[in-house]
């Protein structure tokens, strides 16, 4: 059955964070943007609006909603700023549902309980200086010392590093392992911030996501408490694929808020502008570009819905969800370039929205699997290189 209807639960989700880009983000965002600082009220506004933890089960601090108003959410966000949509990328996407899926019943009440109720913000750190899509790469390292773990290493380019209170991070717990790069030596761990050798730092001068803090962690010799080993030594690298899953999914719905924000604005200005004595608008190569906007939003919207109904029932969603972020980043970035050519020259001045959606725009082609790992992902699947076997953990079923 394909019903294309949302529920009013699902409607209520994507009117409050739609009234949050409206109201919060979009007003203060060409002051921030350009200031390349993060707009103080959008965290508490998110918080307000039960955005930090709607998809979480009640039982958890949240409101118990699925994944198609993750998605829905995802894209209001992104209609805002990408920044926005980052937030709900890290704190419910990279941290908040791997936890409900592979902690424990203590690390749930102490950790997960507190991001739901947007107490905590929360965020993944995966990549480091030498390490992203080739994740067996990474150089953490957590040593076994009694009751604790001792964490060296580095994380770069995180984000919210600089604002999270809690950090999802993954080390190499087998050093043997390390060393013939078999993954089932790397082990997930939950660090707090205010653990001793713990840092972290802001990147500066970065394209797009200026609104966002993107920034480092460092570990030095970082005790880390032995109940905070998520799962068990050694599926580290399992719980980072399962975390990329959901991560991805909000980068594939928040795309398709890029790509409309793409569509208004450049259907706006293409009836304001004038050339020729005629709007721009009726002039049939602008409207290609409009209309390539419009279907590009459409089919990225259809594929991370496929994406969020298998999620939606417990279902391994790791082709469908890698396919919907491949497509959406690129008609995103499409629709970016478009944008500006639809402003011509004042489409390359940050007067107007479009010259901050082509730089936002390029970001999330590189991160959650760059556009070649996706691109390697599909063909993997058809030739018959890559299946998804089951998983390990309890994918959480949502009631529609
Ligand atoms: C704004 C932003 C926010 C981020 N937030 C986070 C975060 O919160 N947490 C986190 O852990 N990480 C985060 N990242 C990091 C991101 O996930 C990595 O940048 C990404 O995984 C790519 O890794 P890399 O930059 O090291 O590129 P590399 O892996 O070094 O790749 C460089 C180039 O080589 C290509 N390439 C690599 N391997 C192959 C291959 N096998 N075949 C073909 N081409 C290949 C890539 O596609 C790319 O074009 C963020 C990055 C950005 C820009």
Same mark, same amino acid.
């Given at each position: 059955?394909?019903?294309?209807?949302?529920?009013?639960?699902?409607?209520?989700?994507?009117?409050?964070?739609?009234?949050?880009?409206?109201?919060?983000?979009?007003?203060?965002?060409?002051?921030?943007?350009?200031?390349?600082?993060?707009?103080?009220?959008?965290?508490?506004?998110?918080?307000?609006?039960?955005?930090?933890?709607?998809?979480?089960?009640?039982?958890?601090?949240?409101?118990?909603?699925?994944?198609?108003?993750? =998605? @829905?959410? !995802?894209?209001?966000?992104?209609? $805002? #700023?990408?920044?926005?949509?980052?937030?709900?990328?890290?704190? &419910?996407? /990279?941290?908040?549902?791997?936890?409900?899926?592979?902690?424990?019943?203590?690390?749930?009440?102490?950790?997960?309980?507190?991001?739901?109720?947007?107490?905590?913000?929360?965020?993944?750190?995966?990549?480091?200086?030498?390490?992203?899509?080739?994740?067996? =790469? @990474?150089? !953490?390292?957590?040593?076994?010392? $009694? #009751?604790?773990?001792?964490?060296?290493?580095?994380?770069?380019? &995180?984000? /919210?590093?600089?604002?999270?209170?809690?950090?999802?991070?993954?080390?190499?717990?087998?050093?043997?392992?390390?060393?013939?790069?078999?993954?089932?030596?790397?082990?997930?761990?939950?660090?707090?911030?205010?653990?001793?050798?713990?840092?972290?730092?802001?990147?500066?001068?970065?394209?797009?996501?200026?609104? $966002?803090?993107?920034?480092?962690?460092?570990?030095?010799?970082?005790?880390?408490?032995?109940?905070?080993?998520?799962?068990?030594?050694?599926?580290?690298?399992?719980?980072?694929?399962?975390?990329?899953?959901?991560?991805?999914?909000?980068?594939?719905?928040?795309?398709?808020?890029?790509?409309?924000?793409?569509?208004?604005?450049?259907?706006?200005?293409?009836?304001?502008?004038?050339?020729?004595?005629?709007?721009?608008?009726?002039?049939?190569?602008?409207?290609?570009?409009?209309?390539?906007?419009?279907?590009?939003?459409?089919?990225?919207?259809?594929?991370?819905?496929?994406?969020?109904?298998?999620?939606?029932?417990?279902?391994?969603?790791?082709?469908?969800?890698?396919?919907?972020?491949?497509?959406?980043?690129?008609?995103?970035?499409?629709?970016?370039?478009?944008?500006?050519?639809?402003?011509?020259?004042?489409?390359?001045?940050?007067?107007?929205?479009?010259?901050?959606?082509?730089?936002?725009?390029?970001?999330?082609?590189?991160?959650?699997?760059?556009?070649?790992?996706?691109?390697?992902?599909?063909?993997?699947?058809?030739?018959?290189?890559?299946?998804?076997?089951?998983?390990?953990?309890?994918?959480?079923?949502?009631?529609?």
């Amino acid at each position: 059955m394909i019903d294309f209807a949302f529920t009013e639960n699902q409607l209520a989700v994507r009117d409050m964070a739609r009234e949050v880009s409206a109201k919060v983000i979009i007003p203060g965002i060409e002051e921030f943007d350009r200031a390349a600082k993060m707009n103080p009220a959008v965290l508490p506004a998110m918080k307000e609006a039960n955005l930090l933890g709607f998809c979480i089960p009640e039982a958890y601090g949240g409101l118990g909603m699925d994944y198609i108003s993750l =998605g @829905l959410a !995802s894209e209001e966000m992104e209609y $805002g #700023d990408t920044s926005a949509r980052v937030v709900l990328s890290v704190h &419910i996407g /990279l941290f908040s549902l791997p936890l409900l899926a592979w902690g424990n019943e203590e690390q749930k009440q102490k950790y997960l309980i507190p991001a739901a109720k947007g107490e905590k913000i929360s965020t993944f750190g995966l990549t480091e200086p030498a390490a992203g899509s080739d994740v067996v =790469g @990474l150089q !953490s390292t957590a040593v076994k010392d $009694g #009751d604790n773990y001792i964490l060296n290493g580095e994380k770069m380019w &995180i984000s /919210l590093a600089d604002v999270a209170d809690q950090f999802l991070v993954f080390a190499w717990t087998d050093l043997d392992k390390k060393k013939n790069r078999d993954h089932s030596g790397i082990s997930a761990f939950i660090v707090e911030r205010g653990y001793e050798g713990l840092t972290t730092g802001s990147i500066h001068g970065k394209l797009g996501v200026r609104s $966002g803090n993107t920034g480092f962690i460092s570990f030095q010799d970082v005790k880390v408490p032995k109940e905070n080993l998520v799962y068990k030594e050694g599926a580290g690298f399992k719980i980072a694929m399962f975390c990329l899953d959901q991560g991805r999914y909000t980068v594939a719905a928040g795309s398709c808020g890029l790509i409309k924000a793409c569509r208004d604005a450049s259907a706006k200005y293409a009836h304001e502008r004038h050339t020729f004595k005629e709007p721009i608008a009726t002039h049939q190569l602008v409207k290609q570009m409009i209309a390539k906007m419009e279907a590009g939003y459409e089919y990225s919207t259809a594929l991370w819905m496929k994406a969020g109904w298998l999620k939606n029932q417990g279902k391994r969603s790791t082709r469908a969800t890698s396919l919907a972020k491949w497509i959406a980043c690129r008609e995103a970035e499409a629709a970016a370039a478009d944008a500006v050519q639809v402003y011509g020259a004042y489409g390359f001045s940050d007067e107007y929205p479009v010259e901050r959606f082509y730089r936002n725009s390029k970001g999330a082609s590189i991160y959650e699997g760059t556009r070649e790992i996706h691109t390697l992902m599909q063909a993997d699947y058809v030739l018959g290189f890559r299946k998804d076997k089951e998983i390990d953990c309890e994918l959480p079923v949502v009631e529609q």
